[in-house]
């Protein structure tokens, strides 16, 4: 029997998914058990993890040996706890006695910068450049009158910020949870000192689409991914994200609804439908192998792709720890193949290993 570690960063992060896998687990010879990175004794190398109990579907703590594969669902956020927690895993990733199902991407530079060098992908990546002073911001927004920026290490839309220069002042709107807010600067002295320190952190600066559908509602479409044993990488499925009518966000986070990809899709122009497929399609057979070879090995991926106004479809985000809700909420029929995903994974990974000629490693 093979163990599979569930890792975050709290034990009440996940929970119920890491509930489902679990029932799903003895179904594929899979013990499964729930960590995070700070249960890991530096001394022993045990691990105090919770092991779940088939019979009695419930959940023993007990001190095991590190699990022989580890389903990485750690976000690191801004909470200094959560952010003690990347070094531990940075070390696991190297611990030569368990192998990470996918490893996760690097930070949104990193990744935005290599699918802009690539010449199939650059088309659909909206302009980006990394910033660290006011300057670079300033002489943007001179040119181009709107920016967002982007955190390098955001998630969820936190932290993302629509710059707008007009005739007399410089507006930033930004989301505080599901609430809007903008602020006005009527002089270049007040938002120099704001770019400062907002800059402390580490920012890219995007161009700004405009993605309000005709009802000025923001819309992207999440496209689910994953790779199949022969190393292909599939589409699970998809849905469209909707924020607030006049927001500026479609995470779900930021209060938008998930709709039914096909039934949004009826709506556009059909002349645009076949290129909206056409360059989905594109986006999907090139970025999952590219971020793959480059960063990986990876296994789900979760792509923010939007069309814009002006009919052009770009790819704004790509998630390598993506949620499942808004492809659950729009696809009830695809429960069972999210929640045994990860389950499969180990048993490909498992028989290429044999295959290989390589023997399990020991429990
Ligand atoms: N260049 C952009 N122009 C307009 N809206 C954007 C742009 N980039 C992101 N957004 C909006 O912000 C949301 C979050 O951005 P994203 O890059 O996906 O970061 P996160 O990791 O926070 O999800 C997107 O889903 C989209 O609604
Ligand atoms: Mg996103």
Redesign the pocket.
């Known amino acids: 029997m093979t163990t599979l570690g569930f890792m975050s960063v709290s034990r009440q992060h996940e929970a119920d998914y890491a509930c489902e896998l679990a029932e799903r687990a003895p179904d594929y010879n899979v013990r499964f058990v729930r960590f995070t990175p700070f249960d890991i004794s530096p001394d022993t190398l045990r691990v105090k993890a919770l092991v779940y109990h088939p019979k009695s579907g419930k959940w023993n703590e007990s001190e095991i040996d590190i699990p022989e594969y580890i389903y990485d669902r750690c976000f690191y956020g801004k909470a200094a706890g959560a952010q003690k927690a990347k070094p531990i895993v940075e070390w696991l990733k190297k611990y030569p006695k368990t192998e990470f199902i996918g490893r996760g991407l690097p930070d949104k530079w990193t990744v935005t910068d290599a699918l802009q060098q690539h010449h199939l992908i650059s088309p659909y990546i ?1 302009e980006t450049i990394q910033v660290s002073r006011y300057e670079q911001i300033h002489s943007y927004l001179t040119k181009e009158k709107a920016c ?1 920026l ?1 955190p390098a290490f ?5 932290g ?1 910020i629509l710059l707008e220069s007009g005739k007399k002042s410089i507006s930033a709107t930004y989301h505080i949870g599901k609430n809007k807010q903008t602020k006005t600067f009527s002089n270049l002295v007040s938002f120099k000192s704001w770019c400062k320190k907002v800059l402390q952190h580490r920012y890219l600066l ?4 405009n ?1 309000q559908d005709k009802d000025r509602y ?1 819309c ?1 479409i999440r496209i689910f991914m994953r790779k199949s044993e022969s190393g292909a990488w599939e589409t699970v499925g998809k849905a469209v994200r909707r ?1 607030y009518q006049n927001g ?4 779900l986070s930021g209060g938008s609804e998930p709709l039914k990809f096909d039934a949004w899709f009826e709506d556009i122009p059909k002349k645009q439908q076949a290129v909206l497929l056409d360059d989905v399609f594109s986006i999907t057979q090139s970025v999952p192998y590219f971020l793959d070879e480059r960063f990986g090995p990876l296994f789900e991926l979760g792509l ?1 792709i939007c069309y814009a106004k002006d009919g052009r479809i770009w790819l ?2 790509v998630n390598s720890k993506p949620g499942r809700k808004a492809i659950l909420s729009v696809s009830p029929e695809l429960k069972e193949e999210l929640y045994t995903s990860p389950l499969k994974r180990i048993r490909d990974l498992h028989s290429l290993e044999s295959r290989k000629g390589v023997l399990p490693r020991e429990s």
Do not use: T, V
């Not at 995007?206 to 689409?209: E, P």
């Not at 500026?248 to 995470?251: D, E, R």
């Open positions: 909206p967002i982007k955001g998630s969820g839309g936190r993302i995007q161009a700004y689409l993605i923001p992207d924020g500026l966000l479609s995470n923010d704004l985000d």
